[in-house]
């Protein structure tokens, strides 16, 4: 429960919030009532930070047409009544970014094949880009991007950044994982090119580090950019840790901040998947931090305080994303906090 310092932010603890997908945007990838209870109650619980769901950084680079979007003002602003309560409640409000590639128009998970199911153009889907034309799964063939793609896929972050910053975020990551377009340019799965973006290690970093450039150079020098990172694509011929490793040691000569540490789910095979095990990302995350030097924070199978306490206790991580944990019991945080009465809204008081 200690405060951590990222550059100008200081985040009161390090039980942190990881960003789930609500899939519940308006059409005009604004927040809904939705939003605001669902992380209102989070704060209320006594997070550090809450980190708002995988936010599209442009109308193309959605997953569903429900996913949340900050791409122009006027989501920025609809943003604001969402970090306002977050701020005023002491927990740092941040937002994660995201480019969806191959992985986007799909249908919502509740709906028909879920995110098994595509969207064509003609029923309201979009043409989605990748570095190669492999499909994941049975969603779409991809378009393989174009130079002029690449680079409105860095522009794209970098005005979403200024608006997450108009929208009064503290804090962004840009997600660089769990299949998404960042991670198809940096694993040689999906990645098949033979150009500069393509082949070498170093070609398949060129994507992620220019939008890790771009994020830290339009996001306010004073206020901290995440990356989360895959520590392993768990498949033969996938992105594995030392890989992890090297990609850490540029990031952090990027500028950036802190690792949100992860794995998994680049292709559609179960053994592409975490291995069900508590903690599971916890010795990843130690191993990226003493390469790279940056603070990290590992997410996943954390399921309980205590296993958090102990990572952040013995070095192995300077904070923890929780995620289907804070679903389940959204006052997690402040439950165990039951002698800190100043951490617990006045409302509450009579509960203690």
Known sequence: MSPLRLRGVTVANRVWMSPMAQYSAG???KPTDWHFVHYGARAVGGVGLIMVEATAVGPSHRTTSADLGIWNEEQAA????????????GTVPAIQLQAAGRKGSHQV??????????????????????????????????????????????????????????????????????????????SPLSNHRTDEYGGSPGNRMR???????????????E?????????????????????????????????????DVTSGVLVRDLRARPPVRDGVHVAFADTLKRASGLPVAPVGQLAGLSQ??????????????????????PYLALFNRRDDTAAWPNQYHRAL
């Open 78 to 89: 609809a943003h604001r009544r969402l970090t306002s309560f977050i701020s005023g409640r």
């Open 27 to 29: 059409a005009d990838g």
């Open 109 to 186: 998970p509740w709906v028909g094949e879920g995110q098994n199911g595509p969207v064509a153009v003609a029923d309201g889907g979009w043409e989605t880009i990748a570095p190669s034309p492999v499909p994941f799964g049975d969603l779409g063939v991809p378009r393989e991007a174009s130079h002029a793609d690449i680079d409105e896929v860095v522009e794209a972050f970098a005005r979403a950044a200024r608006m997450a910053h108009l929208a009064g975020y503290e804090v962004v990551e840009i997600q660089a994982a769990h299949g998404y377009v960042l991670h198809e340019f940096l």
């Open 308 to 329: 958090a306490a102990e990572a952040v206790a013995n070095g192995r991580a300077d904070a923890v994303l929780m995620g289907r944990a804070l679903l389940r019991d």
């Open 223 to 259: 206020k901290p950019v995440f990356v989360r990172i895959t520590a392993t694509d768990w498949i033969e011929g996938g992105i594995s840790i030392d890989d992890a490793a090297a990609f850490a040691e540029e990031l952090a000569a990027t500028g950036i901040d802190l690792l």
């Open 207 to 221: 994507l992620p580090l220019r939008v890790a450039r771009a994020v830290r150079e339009a996001f306010p020098a």
